[in-house]
């Protein structure tokens, strides 16, 4: 089942640069991990403090397995520095199962 994983950061005002910078190794890094589709990273219109993330993903453990990695951590590490607020991660799976859908 395919995933989509949506990350949404408030960068500290004068930081959005250094912030992209560091969103774009971690999806470069992304490109060579397996289960991993593709992504982009958006900024907010109104605020061009919001940064967000949107990664597709072949299978939720695809995922976890990335999200636990100790080469991510430390690339986060990294990003939260830049960061007034704690990000926000929000992990979507496609579509709905019959368990879930109310049939």
């Given at each position: ?6 990350i ?7 930081q ?31 605020d ?36 007034a607020?704690?990000e926000?991660?929000r992990?979507?799976l496609?579509g709905?199962s ?6």
């Amino acid at each position: 089942m395919a995933v989509k994983v949506l990350i949404e950061r408030r960068v500290l005002p004068g930081q959005e640069r250094r912030a992209l910078e560091l969103l774009r190794t971690l999806r470069a890094r992304c490109l060579q991990e397996p289960g991993y589709i593709s992504g982009e990273t958006l900024r907010d219109s109104e605020d061009a403090h919001n940064i967000i993330v949107i990664s597709s993903w072949f299978g939720l453990m695809d995922w976890r397995r990335w999200h636990g990695s100790q080469e991510r951590k430390d690339l986060e590490s990294q990003i939260r520095q830049l960061l007034a607020a704690p990000e926000r991660v929000r992990v979507l799976l496609e579509g709905l199962s019959e368990s879930h859908s109310g049939a």
